[in-house]
């Protein structure tokens, strides 16, 4: 059960992530570890945050068939990682609001946000390479690149949003593009680390950042539904559609090129609050939500089909099994 | 001779440099590498920046005895670093200008500049790992812990200033804190850089981090210096008085602990310009001037002892010696 090894799985990545985040260095700073401490969710009862992406490594290094204990330096990166990206985000896109509390810079302002970002991108750096005591000097230098490069591919990611930001167009390779960036290259990531510290073949390793890959995409594509006709009591970060927000979600970009009633109306200008209930019929009608949930089950297939070729059958596959349907299956 | 050398290495690092940058992932996020290429001055004639990081560490490698070459991994790795954090400190320090031309964030806007900066530090990493190639695994492993460190040293500084930023009040003890963090640690990093692509021992390595900590030391009081005594038209970057800026300069923390009539005047807030010749003069009547000098001197002088005490004889050595004189002469 997926439920039983999160159970286990969740105290032992934050002692990891805390045995990173406690430096002496910081000793001569004051506030600065504040600041950490406050996005890592250690500050309050809720605001942790849910810790897939290292559940994922861990999951992914024990279907290698390797005891997923010497993946945590890999799975505290990419924890790091994620909350790095998170904190700049959350700038750039001018988010004020974030699992429950107000985000970094809304609390310290933005010159000591974007600065505490950078002190996390520079732990992940530092967490990873505590592989090399836990497996080996290859893992630690192979995964010091894989993390490198994910990295380079979220800021590629979020460059595209951001770019895209004032335009109201935008193709469906671009789309893919910006999510391959922004969501899927950490979940493939993660995948790989596990992997990498199981000291899996290329294949194997291959297959089960593929299964990382389909699942990121699925994922932002279910997001993208919800972010339109999900329950907004029960989406927490914020009541506002995305339709209002302007997003370049997979529902709108469908219906951009479908050139009907309503891509007629979102290249006009932002859309209304009072406007949305009427606007997401339209996307209906106009085979948007079926494109999507059609989307959303085909990329899981490939993911689930990702991680049978991957041939590793054991507790932790079936762990990963569940763990891809419940991601599909949420409605928040 | 100093200037021999840095004929050779400037193309040679820049050749290294275009190597890390051009990256196939860049086509497919259309925009992202103009912001870099703007930033690391391949754009105007005139924007490169001076390069002395990565010449340092190129120089202390070939202080150990190794070819300098090896290093150039390394070299590029410090360079991109600094870009990163030149981008996210001009837009923390709200900076319009940098080297002659507009800063990222205002030719940009801030969301773009933010990410581009979270790029080039990705790059950095991606920069360090082919140490691998160029020397060893464990050169690998320790340069990029190094690095991961140093980055967090510099976010530490940072943190410091900003933090600092709306106080009029600044210890002694705070301001060096700011100063190990913000600027020597690069250049304390550079030197261990080139030691450890150079196989040194450690007591070598001390030594020739120890150069770069106290030439960095050094190099900002000196710089502290020039933004109240310096010819503004000589400095480049602003005409401002760092008096009227609000910095916390070492002459400034000098006069503050000597509770005199420019502490008085200080601290009942900002510096108006017309007052700056006024002002300026206090503080040499107070001793902050003269005391700034010595600083700067015995910080040299310490730099020099280490560099010697490291105990390599050769031209490298000697172009390092050159190199400190050369940066404490300077007159902007």
Redesign the interface.
């Known amino acids: 059960m997926l439920a039983d090894f999160i159970v286990i799985a969740q105290p032992t990545i934050d002692k990891e992530l805390q045995r990173v985040v406690t430096?002496a260095?910081?000793k001569?700073?004051p506030?600065?570890e504040d600041i950490l401490r406050y996005q890592l969710g250690w500050e309050s009862q809720s605001g942790q945050g849910k810790r897939i992406r290292p559940v994922m490594v861990l999951l992914s290094a024990g279907a290698t068939g390797a005891n997923w204990r010497c993946a945590l330096p890999a799975a505290a990166a990419v924890e790091l990682l994620h909350n790095?990206s998170l904190i700049?985000d959350d700038?750039?896109?001018n988010s004020q609001f974030r699992r429950g509390q107000h985000t970094v810079w809304k609390k310290w302002g933005?010159?000591?946000a974007?600065?505490?970002?950078?002190?996390i991108?520079?732990?992940a750096?530092?967490a990873i390479?505590r592989l090399?005591e836990t497996v080996d000097?290859?893992a630690?230098?192979r995964s010091?690149?894989l993390?490198?490069?994910t990295?380079?591919?979220?800021?590629?990611?979020?460059?595209?949003d951001?770019?895209y930001?004032r335009e109201r167009q935008m193709g469906m390779d671009a789309y893919w593009?910006m999510i391959a960036?922004k969501t899927a290259a950490l979940l493939s990531a993660s995948m790989r680390f596990g992997a990498i510290a199981g000291k899996a073949g290329a294949e194997q390793e291959q297959q089960l950042a593929s299964f990382g890959h389909y699942l990121g995409l699925a994922f932002q594509a279910w997001d993208d539904w919800l972010g339109i006709w999900g329950d907004p009591n029960e989406l927490g970060k914020s009541t506002e559609s995305d339709l209002v927000a302007g997003k370049k979600t997979l529902p709108v970009v469908f219906a951009l090129e479908q050139r009907g009633r309503f891509a007629e109306r979102w290249i006009r200008g932002s859309i209304r609050p009072e406007e949305v209930g009427v606007l997401s019929g339209w996307l209906i009608d106009e085979g948007a939500q079926a494109f999507v949930e059609n989307q959303t089950q085909q990329l899981t297939e490939k993911a689930l089909q990702s991680l049978q070729t991957a041939g590793c059958d054991n507790e932790y596959t079936d762990n990963l099994h569940e763990l891809a349907l419940s991601l599909l299956k949420r409605r928040r």
């Open positions: 430096k260095l910081f001569s700073y506030g600065i790095f700049h700038i750039e896109d933005i010159p000591l974007i600065n505490a970002g950078d002190a991108f520079a732990l750096f530092d390479s090399s000097l290859q630690a230098q010091t690149m993390l490198a490069e990295s380079l591919q979220l800021t590629c990611g979020q460059h595209m951001i770019a930001e593009a960036g």
